[in-house]
């Protein structure tokens, strides 16, 4: 209704083509939200280990944790040195028909950061993230973006995000170039047009339609057209998704340079190592609902059993050695000499079982820690393969 | 790691720190509305078969119709007005045709072109920028008013050319029918057409965008006088939104007649039909 206040249109209200433009002007189609705004408890500061070439806008503070069903709750790391949380969602819920997309589900980005949504095909990603941006209505929960409500405060919110679809959002008939002069023209700042097109290597196609742009050059523009607005926060659906990997590795660095100017990020992604390299949290959606979150060294490290292996003289005594390691670690001998322990390998582990071997005068060779990847815990908690 | 790294500082060190720094707001809003609807245009006017439909049809058939004798618009001149039009084709034809060009753009063009837009998922990204619904219609309105002046300056000049005299364009009230039947007409045509574009598919839009279009020309009094059919064909004929742009048009500028308030209450009982469904059935995705 805020149009009518400020006088658009009041008079042609009564009639059809006032009505035609009310409703597209507001989207009275979808049903308004149930509750209002709760206050999210503070549990965005999941914070995550300094990884080399990736600059950190953010002080990294002790007590990072992931939650897993069932598990611990995370530890609440203090607040100071954080910054506000953008993106609130608590006790989302948004059903067709019977079935619910998002069953209770839950997100805090902190600013600045770059969280990546992963789940296997129909576990709720991109519902989620399109609730985020205003198309659809929680039919429960509360969602905050920005501090703002998507559908009510659509109009002050659509100024300050930047959205990549997953595909598709250009005029079939557009040249590229001339599409991202166009929404920089809808923004007060807009970045500089060239610069961008020349940085997401698609100097050299400015002058082609849409149409018979590559699939990898229709993502970066797509990826171009969500930032050319300089958002606050982007929301990215699979922005590498069919990119060869040197225009992953561009479309990757300059997700690193948004992210050192400031800029925060929610990216659906189907690739692990992407999540890996980019995010500093990440959360594993399945069957609508958060099943584990953290940074990716803490899924890593915590909840997946990790293995060490060694190899020895034949016919060690592991039975001695087990007594010496905590409950609930296996061993065993797995051909004559090569030994295999698994179990919750950590750093004391590897000491004790270093020190077993030096009293029973075993010089251990080839000793490997097998650490788990995103992709294993990701197939142990929803036992599915990401890309299904 | 150690790879990205160096390509990171790399980077870091061409690029100025702060190039990306949120500086997020929208454009003022009359000129995302003046930059849309300049960007519709030219995408419309580039559009080759938006192109035929439009442009190259209406003239065509102004053209072959005023100079080959294939209609007989005998009698058409003194139809219903006070008797002083002409029977020549090329002053019945000129209204029809300039009703044709706004169904074309209006109906026709809007409807394909908004079906694809959606399809393609135009009208889904445009809605999370800073363009506000409102806009974007208001612009397309526009880009549809603009391109129908365009067709309308030329379709007068290639009517001017083969002998047309219009009649009541001259007096205050005949300029100010016309542009009522023009608006009345764009209004009733575009909410067709975005009703279709906004409750089918893409591909099924363009096709009966276009069949309608062919039908519509032919049934519409565009250039087959509607007397021409059976009474009874004829008079439910009449009543489409086509027939009464025509007729209204023709009862102006062929026999100078005063305000055609029927045929301004046909098409206003269309727009009020098309505009209201579409609102109530469009969807953006």
Redesign the interface.
């Known amino acids: 209704m805020r149009?009518i206040t400020k006088g658009?249109?009041t008079t042609t209200l009564a009639?059809?083509?006032g009505?035609?433009?009310?409703?597209?002007?507001?989207?009275c189609r979808a049903m308004r939200t149930g509750s209002g705004h709760r206050t999210f408890p503070a549990c965005g500061q999941i914070l995550s280990a300094p990884?080399?070439?990736?600059?950190r806008a953010l002080p990294r503070l002790p007590g990072m944790h992931s939650v897993f069903p069932g598990g611990s709750l995370p530890d609440r790391a203090p607040a100071a040195g954080t910054r506000d949380p953008v993106v609130e969602v608590h006790g989302l819920v948004k059903r067709y028909g019977d079935r619910a997309a998002v069953d209770g589900l839950d997100l805090v980005v902190r600013a600045g950061t770059v969280t990546a949504v992963l789940g296997p095909n129909g576990a709720g990603k991109t519902t989620t993230v399109e609730t985020c941006?205003?198309?659809r209505r929680a039919d429960s929960g509360t969602v905050r973006v920005l501090g703002l409500d998507p559908v009510a405060d659509a109009?002050r919110l659509?100024?300050?995000?930047g959205?990549m679809?997953q595909?598709?959002?250009?005029?079939?008939?557009?040249r590229a170039e001339?599409m991202l002069r166009?929404?920089a023209?809808?923004?007060?700042?807009p970045?500089d047009v060239d610069?961008l097109m020349e940085?997401l290597g698609l100097g050299d196609c400015g002058r082609t339609a849409y149409r018979r742009l590559s699939g990898g050059q229709q993502q970066r523009l797509a990826l171009a057209?969500a930032?050319v607005?300089?958002?606050?926060l982007v929301f990215l659906d699979e922005p590498t998704a069919g990119l060869d990997p040197q225009a992953r590795?561009s479309t990757w660095?300059l997700l690193?340079?948004?992210r050192?100017?400031?800029?925060t990020a929610v990216l659906t992604t189907h690739f692990m190592d992407e999540a890996e390299?980019l995010a500093d949290d990440v959360v594993i959606i399945d069957a609508g609902r958060v099943i584990a979150h953290g940074s990716p060294e803490e899924l890593c490290r915590g909840g997946a059993e990790n293995t060490l292996r060694f190899t020895g003289r034949p016919g060690l005594d592991l039975g001695s050695l087990l007594k010496a390691l905590p409950d609930g670690t296996a061993a065993a001998e797995l051909s004559p000499g090569a030994y295999r322990i698994s179990g919750s390998v950590d750093p004391q582990l590897l000491a004790t079982v270093a020190s077993w071997c030096a009293q029973h005068g075993v010089m251990a060779d080839g000793i490997s820690v097998e650490r788990h990847t995103l992709e294993d815990v990701f197939l142990e908690l929803t036992g599915k393969e990401l890309r299904s | 790691?150690?790879a990205?790294?160096?390509?990171?500082?790399a980077?870091?060190a061409v690029?100025s720190?702060?190039?990306?720094?949120?500086?997020?707001?929208?454009?003022p809003l009359l000129?995302?509305i003046a930059?849309?609807t300049a960007?519709e245009t030219?995408?419309l006017l580039?559009?080759g078969e938006q192109l035929l439909l439009t442009v190259i049809i209406p003239s065509l058939l102004l053209v072959l119709f005023s100079t080959v004798d294939i209609i007989d618009t005998s009698g058409t001149g003194t139809g219903g007005g006070p008797g002083s039009g002409s029977d020549k084709a090329v002053d019945f034809l000129a209204p029809g045709v300039l009703a044709l060009a706004v169904m074309s753009t209006a109906f026709t063009g809007q409807a394909i072109a908004t079906g694809?837009?959606r399809r393609?998922?135009?009208l889904?990204?445009l809605?999370?920028?800073?363009?506000?619904?409102?806009a974007?219609?208001?612009a397309k309105t526009l880009c549809v008013l603009v391109t129908e002046v365009l067709q309308i300056m030329l379709l007068t000049v290639i009517a001017l050319l083969l002998g047309w005299s219009p009649q009541g364009a001259a007096t205050p009230s005949g300029a100010l029918a016309v542009l009522l039947l023009l608006v009345l007409g764009t209004?009733a045509f575009s909410?067709l057409g975005?009703l279709m574009a906004g409750t089918l598919r893409a591909e099924a839009t363009l096709a009966a965008a276009n069949l309608v279009f062919l039908l519509l020309l032919v049934g519409g009094g565009v250039i087959v006088p509607l007397d021409r059919f059976p009474d009874a064909a004829g008079s439910v004929l009449a009543l489409l939104p086509i027939s009464a742009l025509s007729d209204g048009l023709r009862d102006v500028l062929q026999q100078g007649a005063a305000t055609p308030w029927g045929d301004l209450g046909v098409l206003a009982g269309w727009?009020?039909?098309?505009?209201?469904a579409?609102?109530?059935f469009?969807r953006?995705e």
């Open positions: 149009f658009y249109l009639t059809p083509a009505l035609l433009f009310f409703r597209l002007a507001t989207g990884r080399p070439g990736v600059r941006e205003g198309y109009a659509r100024p300050r995000i959205v679809l595909s598709g959002g250009v005029y079939s008939g557009a001339e166009h929404m023209r809808l923004h007060a700042r970045l610069a940085r057209l930032v607005g300089r958002p606050e590795r660095e690193r340079e948004l050192a100017d400031g800029v390299e | 790691m150690t990205d790294a160096v390509t990171s500082s980077t870091g690029r720190a702060g190039t990306y720094a949120p500086a997020p707001g929208a454009a000129r995302m930059a849309q960007f030219k995408l580039r559009n694809f837009e393609y998922g135009v889904k990204r809605a999370v920028s800073p363009l506000p619904r409102w974007l219609m208001t209004a909410g975005l727009a009020a039909l098309g505009l209201g579409a609102a109530v469009f953006w």
